[in-house]
């Protein structure tokens, strides 16, 4: 193992890549060996983020942290990452105790590695059940094979698992009408620049007003929020991407484990995304099955006077994620304009909810 070197001008001289990163390939091109896995698994399929690798066996899927740092993730340390992998297992197991498995350590063995070995531990990964991709409801969805019943299921579901969430000091922190706006006029401040792309002033206007008037009239809405419990450690991400249905079984999976700021709020603004994914792929009848089901097995019929707020914010923050993507210099012209296109519908979306 380590880096190689080439000889010029009778000097040796390295690669432009750094001997983590060459670590870090051959550890990846160990865990793409169906042979260095625990169980007998006939194929490995890597699937890369930006912030992990997924290695994809038969039964069974490990998933190890980049060493890279965002600004609002860090993974930088194998003492962080391991951290990480932590918070990932205890925040899924909420949702799908029966996908999210254990904390697999890996160990350097000579020139070599080892899965589940602890005497050299140089990394960790994050052992899942497989799902079945085919159940997920982003594809149930496009290939019509979903109906408000399953809506209706996943929104009870939810509730009970909600149920079981503590609203606790820390949680509730998270609910004062400061840090809401907070986030709320970050957004704004973060994509001003699009004014005239992808978001047109008068559009840009009407959503930042009504958002910071809905504020401003309902200070006593939102602290009443936090009285009765509805500030919790939630997912933080949930959409039709992050949901599987197998059977009888609800799946939920990839919460956020790597920025509290991201997950802790109320359980209206997660009820809100998904409600709002499914406006934005034209089926608001089964984003109305799923929230009517919500309320009523959870009997938070409050959630109501802020279900819109919410869809404003998760529509906006799609907008705004989807249009960070045009400050990069090397996209290309197709790309380009379907992204401008993407982060339109979203901006077009949020505006409709102010609209209405």
Known sequence: MGCSSRKRGGTFWLPAVSLHETFMAELIDYLQDPASYPENTKEITLVQTHISWVLIGDKYVYKVKKPVNFGFLD??????????????????????????LEIVPI????????????????????????????????????????????FQRIGAHLAKVYGTIESNDKARSFGTLDTISFNVKENFDQTRKYIGGPVSAEMFTAIEGWSLKFMEDNGALFKRRIVKGCIKEC??????????MEADDIFIFDCIEFNERMRYGDVASDVAFLSMD????????LAEAFVKAYVEASGDEDLLTVLTFYKVYRAYVRAKVTSFMLDDEGIAKEM?????????????????????
């Open 75 to 100: 993974f930088t340390t194998l003492k962080k990452r391991k951290f990480y992998v932590i918070e990932e297992l205890r925040l899924n197991a909420r949702f799908s105790p029966s996908v999210y």
């Open 107 to 150: 160990s350097q063995k000579d020139d070599s590695f080892a899965v589940g070995d602890e005497s050299n531990i140089v990394e960790y990964a994050l052992k899942m059940r497989r799902i079945n991709e085919d159940q997920m409801l982003h594809r149930l969805l496009a290939a019509g094979k979903i109906k408000a019943a399953e």
């Open 235 to 244: 997912h933080g991400d949930l959409h039709l991407q992050h949901i599987c």
């Open 278 to 285: 499914l406006d934005y792929h034209g089926r608001s009848d």
């Open 336 to 356: 380009y304009a379907e992204v401008a296109s993407r982060a339109a519908e979203y901006y077009d979306l949020a505006h409709s909810y102010v609209n209405a």
